[in-house]
C-alpha cells in the first residue's frame, strides 16, 4: 500500500470544487518527463487559475479543505479579498507542515488563462486528472519571464527540454 499523495488529493478537492487550473512550472515539466529518464527537482507546484473570483474563492476552499494553511499578506478567505487579489493578479500559496507548498498563480508570463487551457494537456495520476499546460508554454512563459531561476534552469536542461518538447510534439500530431 502507498501513501497517498498530498498533491493529488489537492487536486481531486479542486475537482470537487469546481475549480478550473492547470499545472504550470518545473512540476508541470515533470509530467512531460516521467515516461523519460529526465527529472527535476522543485520545492512547489504551480497552478494557473482564471482572473475569476468564484474559481479563486474555490482553489481556497479546496486547500483549506485539506488542511493547507494559505497565504498572501492578507488573510483570504473572502470574496472581497478573492476580488482584491484577482484584480491585483497576487500570488497566493497554500502550504501545509508536512512540506506541501502549492502556489496559486493568477500569471503566466506570456499567456492568458484560456489559451493555457485551451491546449493543456491532461495526465492521469493515481486515477486522478491533471491539466497541465503544454510543454511549450511552460518553456516559453519561463524564457519570457527572464528570471535569474528560469534562466538558469533553461539554460542547464536545455538538451534534455529539447527532446521532451520533440516527443510532445511528436506525440500531438499523431
Known amino acids: 500500500m502507498t501513501a497517498a499523495d498530498p498533491f493529488l488529493d489537492l487536486v481531486r478537492a479542486l475537482h470537487h470544487?469546481?475549480?478550473?487550473?492547470?499545472?504550470?512550472?518545473?512540476?508541470?515539466?515533470?509530467?512531460?518527463?516521467?515516461?523519460?529518464?529526465?527529472l527535476f527537482t522543485t520545492a512547489d507546484h504551480d497552478l494557473f487559475l482564471p482572473l475569476d473570483t468564484?474559481?479563486?474563492?474555490?482553489?481556497?476552499?479546496?486547500?483549506?479543505?485539506?488542511?493547507?494553511?494559505?497565504?498572501?499578506?492578507?488573510?483570504p478567505h473572502d470574496e472581497t479579498v478573492a476580488r482584491a487579489v484577482v484584480d491585483r493578479r497576487a500570488l497566493v500559496t497554500a502550504s501545509n507542515e508536512t512540506g506541501l507548498t502549492v502556489d496559486f498563480a493568477l500569471v503566466m508570463a506570456g499567456f492568458d488563462f484560456e489559451t493555457v487551457w485551451?491546449?493543456?494537456?491532461?495526465?492521469?495520476?493515481?486515477?486522478?486528472?491533471?491539466?497541465v499546460a503544454r510543454l511549450a508554454h511552460i518553456i516559453k512563459s519561463k524564457a519570457t519571464a527572464g528570471r535569474q531561476k528560469d534562466r538558469l534552469f533553461l539554460a542547464t536542461y536545455a538538451e534534455g527540454l529539447e527532446a521532451l518538447l520533440k516527443r510532445d510534439t511528436e506525440t500531438a500530431a499523431e
Open 17 to 38: 470544487h469546481r475549480v478550473r487550473f492547470v499545472l504550470i512550472g518545473v512540476s508541470g515539466v515533470n509530467y512531460y518527463a516521467s515516461r523519460g529518464s529526465l
Open 54 to 75: 468564484p474559481n479563486t474563492l474555490g482553489a481556497w476552499r479546496a486547500a483549506e479543505s485539506r488542511g493547507l494553511e494559505l497565504s498572501a499578506g492578507v488573510e
Open 118 to 131: 485551451q491546449e493543456r494537456r491532461t495526465f492521469v495520476a493515481d486515477g486522478t486528472q491533471l491539466p
